[in-house]
């Protein structure tokens, strides 16, 4: 299945929660935050959430900057 | 009597504030805040790269400094309010530089969607501090919707020009009753002495900083102009005069 991801489609096992997709990307996962389809989940809420066909995932974390 | 920069209430230590894009090396950015005593610090908000160095820069940045992040890249309002609810959900706190820009020659602020975000996030709880044009009616508005600050330029962000909108920031500093932080345009410590000096409660430099051959020593020349700036404003400078005044007695030797 597709999900889009940061902006680029994305091919996702069916069944795959955030965390567990976040960890398979190798992301630091105290350092980020997700957006999932517009709503901001809180960390906790990762495992519950199984990615579907056509989610829009935004994972977001602090940069440089003026 | 003790002079202290007061912001929604938090007593915030130095005048001199640090934005931490362009250095070369998270580690030099943290040299830098180090030597300036930068109280508040600012960072950005991006998407992540999959597999990327996962280096975090908040690891570089001192406990108690108060972490500022902005809203770069946001082009409108809306855009401008999604940035600033993420940066809260990231757990770094309730303040936000409010940047919303539209116009990618001379990268100025759009004030009229600045005046919008700013009344949705100070009703949520955000200390909203926004950057703008330094024009009197949208630094009302600004103050109206909530702001904590105004933040106007002084010149065009990274161009090193100094003060060019002085005249305008004067105006602000007699009839905003908030603290006027010049964002933006500031080249030299001389540019931030001058801002403190005509009553600009504080500064904010990036680019002058991180772009120095010797960002270290160059946030640390900052901060000492930010301060001496600071004290001769509150020392009241002397009127300039066009002819010479004796600084010595002309009279009691040769005549």
């Known amino acids: 299945m597709i999900a ?8 996702l096992a069916e069944g795959l929660n955030i965390e567990a997709f976040l960890l398979q990307g190798k992301i630091n996962l105290s350092t980020v935050v997700v957006e999932h389809n517009a709503k901001i989940l809180k960390p906790q809420e990762w495992q519950g959430v199984i990615l579907q066909p056509n989610d829009i995932l935004e994972i977001i974390s602090f940069v440089c900057g003026g | 009597m003790e002079d202290v920069l007061l912001i929604a209430g938090k007593q915030i230590k130095s005048r001199f504030f640090l934005g931490t894009g362009k250095f070369s090396s998270y580690a030099l950015m943290k040299k830098a805040i180090e030597s300036s005593s930068a109280h508040i610090v600012t960072v950005a908000l991006r998407r992540v790269n999959q597999g990327a160095g996962n280096e975090n820069i908040l690891d570089f940045i001192p406990g108690d400094s108060i972490l500022m992040p902005n809203t770069s890249g946001a082009r409108n309002a809306d855009e401008a309010i999604r940035l600033a609810r ?6 770094c706190g309730d303040w936000v530089k409010l940047e ?6 001379f990268l100025l602020p759009d004030n009229a969607e600045t005046i919008r975000a700013t009344e949705v996030l100070a009703k949520e709880g955000f200390i909203v501090m926004p950057y703008c044009n330094p024009d009197l009616m949208d630094a009302r508005r600004l103050k109206d919707a909530g702001a904590a600050s105004v933040m106007p330029l002084g010149s065009p ?8 909108t002085k005249e305008l920031l004067f105006i602000l500093i007699e009839e905003i009753d908030l603290p006027i932080v010049v964002d933006a345009g500031l080249g030299r410590p001389s540019q931030a002495a001058e801002a403190m000096e005509m009553g600009c409660d504080a500064v904010l430099v990036n680019t002058a ?3 120095a051959d010797d960002p270290e020593l160059m946030a640390r020349a900052f901060a000492l102009a930010v301060e001496a700036g600071r004290s001769a404003w509150r020392a009241r400078p002397a009127q300039i005069g066009k002819y010479a005044k004796a600084s010595s007695p002309l009279t009691g030797f040769l005549r």
Request: glycine share 12%.
């Open chain 1, 4 to 11: 889009r991801v940061n902006g680029q489609d994305v091919e």
């Open chain 2, 86 to 91: 993420l940066a809260r959900a990231a757990g």
């Open chain 2, 100 to 105: 919303i820009i539209n116009d990618q020659k």
């Open chain 2, 157 to 164: 962000i990274g161009t090193n020009q100094g003060l060019r």
């Open chain 2, 209 to 211: 900083v991180a772009t």
